[in-house]
């Protein structure tokens, strides 16, 4: 096989397969000292990384010693959480000398890249950085498996969760619907099924199964249309400043368990809700809300009131970035050694506290394959501009061929055709019949 270059990598379309789609080319450009596979995989019912790492180890571990050498890292650090032995034990005998696991608490948020950078190197990102302030660079288990493809990016994987008859991890077609997704671990178990794309804590609410799987879909988790976590995804910014305004009292245990408060950033929850008072819509004067992470354990876990600062603290950092607010000071507190490790939350608690304790917690990966007769690519499944269309409609195209790729010069990730077939153009999306 060629050797893996950056430019391999950028012609293949590979991003992020985790988070918000970062184009990996871009952040593979960098110096580091070390580089972290985030394997952490907190997000609750979720078990895709784990189960890709049981299926393809070779394969993760050779695309991140190649992501290894790409950054000029010293070392690669897989962070895994401690309970899954079984995966330690596959993967302890295959590492390279360059390579080693660090074992991680089984609580959330672990896969934060700031707990985690904290976790494996005792290093504090400060507010507003990225990893590389502290000589990291943080890369994600499927991302890595598509550095070692070689491949244009054509599958993801993830995994199907919650009221489901199977919960299951699969590796199906970029564009293959939801619905299909919920048939392939048994269908819905329950009369009116709802969804959280991508997880229960950073996650949103499905707006149709008919919604396609982009190359950033970590999950599907579903639901009785009636459970508890539907009706709080469901609330309007009106109503949750409203309620907030009214209830909250400035008990501020949101803050107290807020992991980027723990590592020293000013984020203070409290007092974003704190800012409801001032007006409907919430002041933006609490700038420390600009460096809210919005993992959503202020308001799953933490509020005794059953209050949202999450969406308060995510309404005032989107304010404050659209008026060009900017936090000046650059120094972190020695919060994280002296409370970070008493305070994290274990996940059964996770579970328990947001009803999700009696679904099956398993993902197996599903070995058969699976060939939609259509699939629907968005233009922008990626940080970035969307990419613009190379093909027409009625034009024959093959798996694996470009169908769009960035603006030159601007940052964006090429989109292959994911199964062979007929094109049909949309304004924002591609669509391809088998």
């Avoid at 992020?16 to 394997?39: D, M, Q, W």
């Amino acid at each position: 096989m060629a050797e893996i270059t950056i430019d391999t990598i950028q012609s293949c379309g590979v991003v992020g397969a985790g988070g918000a789609g970062f184009p990996t080319h871009v952040k593979l450009r960098a110096a580091a000292e070390v580089i972290i596979l985030n394997a952490a995989e907190c997000e609750p019912l979720l078990h895709k990384d784990k189960e890709m790492l049981r299926e393809f180890p070779d394969q993760v571990i050779a695309g991140l010693e190649r992501a290894r050498q790409l950054v000029g890292a010293k070392e690669a650090v897989i962070g895994i959480k401690y309970k899954y032995h079984d995966v330690i034990e596959l993967l302890t005998p295959k590492l390279p000398a360059t390579m080693r696991i660090a074992e991680l608490a089984d609580s959330y948020p672990t896969g934060d890249e700031f707990i985690l950078v904290y976790d494996v190197t005792g290093r504090v990102i400060p507010p507003g950085r990225i990893p590389l302030a502290v000589g990291a660079v943080v890369t994600n288990v499927e991302t890595a498996y598509n550095i070692a493809q070689g491949v244009p990016v054509t599958h993801k994987f993830l995994t199907v969760a919650g009221a489901v008859r199977d919960p299951v991890t699969i590796g199906v077609p970029v564009g293959t619907s939801f619905r299909e997704a919920i048939e392939l671990a048994g269908g819905a178990t329950v009369d009116k099924p709802a969804a959280l794309v991508g997880g229960v804590m950073m996650g949103r609410l499905c707006t149709s199964f008919d919604e396609p799987i982009t190359k950033t879909t970590g999950g599907l988790i579903v639901l009785p249309d009636d459970h508890m976590l539907i009706a709080r995804y469901r609330k309007d910014w009106p109503t949750i400043s409203r309620v907030g305004a009214s209830a909250c009292d400035q008990c501020s245990f949101c803050t107290e368990l807020c992991p980027r408060y723990l590592l020293g950033h000013p984020i203070e929850p409290h007092k974003a809700m704190r800012s409801l008072v001032y007006s409907q819509t919430g002041e933006a004067s609490t700038l420390g809300t600009l460096f809210c992470c919005e993992c959503n354990l202020c308001t799953m876990i933490s509020c005794p009131e059953d209050l949202d600062p999450k969406s308060v603290c995510g309404q005032n950092k989107r304010r404050l970035m659209s008026e060009g607010r900017k936090w000046e000071v650059d120094a972190v507190e020695a919060r994280p050694r002296l409370h970070l490790d008493n305070r994290r939350v274990p996940l059964q608690r996770l579970l328990a506290k947001l009803g999700l304790a009696d679904f099956v917690n398993k993902g197996p990966m599903l070995k058969r394959p699976y060939q939609p007769r259509r699939v629907h690519l968005p233009l922008k499944q990626h940080v970035g501009a969307p990419a613009l269309p190379v093909v027409r409609s009625g034009d024959q195209v093959t798996a694996g061929d470009v169908v769009a790729r960035p603006s030159e010069g601007q940052l964006g990730a090429v989109i292959h055709a994911s199964i062979t077939g007929t094109v049909s153009l949309a304004k924002d999306a591609i669509t391809i019949e088998a």
